[in-house]
């Protein structure tokens, strides 16, 4: 256990539907990311948190996903109107401000049908 | 950002040293090389990162080419808890922020 939480662990939707996800990083990290993990690949950057600004977005995070960290503590990462192709796990990681390691979550692993 | 190359797997005996190479022959002089891995159904792990000198913990050793072409990361005895998916990823600054994994390396630990 890392100290980073993620909720839920599991979600199943029927597609176009919205889903929202929740990270808290641990307490004292200022530096929020979202990676989203497809079967057989590696992490794949999604969106950056400092604080509360969110300071860089990966072309991958379409007009459907919208990230905010409204208190620079926890996060949320919604998808509006799922697709098959959303079917993923999502991952949230934190880092403090001058520290070089990121430390993830368990993940939530989202299933559209 | 530097490409890495990764062999997809690799076995090693338990107990044994585990040796994973990197390949990032385009890194320039400001990106440093990061190690993670991820055990299955969990999210990734920090391992280790360097420059240009070589890099020991608790966990591993990591070792660069003095060209900084290649690095290898080294488990000094396997375990079985040591089966993973190992990702060598290069980025500039020693706090970087977007991780691009990768497929990384496929470790299997053999009893």
């Known amino acids: 256990d890392t100290g980073v939480s993620q909720d839920p662990r599991h979600k199943i939707t029927k597609r176009g539907q919205n889903v929202t996800f929740r990270c808290d990083p641990i307490?004292?990290?200022?530096?929020l990311y979202w990676y989203r993990q497809t079967l057989g690949q590696g992490p794949e950057f999604l969106t950056y948190?400092?604080?509360?600004?969110?300071?860089?977005k990966s072309r991958l995070l379409s007009d459907r996903f919208s990230a905010e960290r409204p208190k620079g503590s926890f996060s949320t990462l919604e998808i509006q109107r799922t697709e098959q192709g959303d079917s993923a796990m999502y991952l949230c990681?934190?880092?403090?401000?001058?520290?070089?390691?990121?430390?993830f979550g368990p993940g939530t692993r989202l299933t559209v049908t | 950002d530097a490409k890495t190359t990764q062999p997809t797997s690799m076995d090693c005996a338990e107990g044994r040293a585990a040796n994973l190479p990197c390949n990032h022959s385009?890194?320039?002089?400001?990106?440093?090389v990061y190690w993670y891995r991820q055990i299955h159904s969990q999210g990734p792990q920090y391992i280790i990162h360097?420059?240009?000198n070589n890099e020991t913990n608790e966990m591993a050793s990591l070792i660069i080419t003095e060209d900084r072409k290649s690095s290898t990361l080294i488990l000094p005895h396997a375990t079985l808890r040591d089966t993973a998916v190992y990702y060598c990823i290069v980025r500039v600054g020693s706090g970087a922020n977007n991780l691009f994994f990768g497929t990384g390396t496929r470790l299997t630990v053999i009893p």
């Open positions: 307490s004292e990290h200022n530096r």
């Open positions: 948190f400092q604080n509360e600004a969110q300071l860089e």
């Open positions: 360097g420059l240009k």
């Open positions: 385009t890194i320039s002089g400001n990106e440093y």
């Open positions: 990681a934190s880092r403090p401000g001058q520290g070089y390691e990121q430390y």
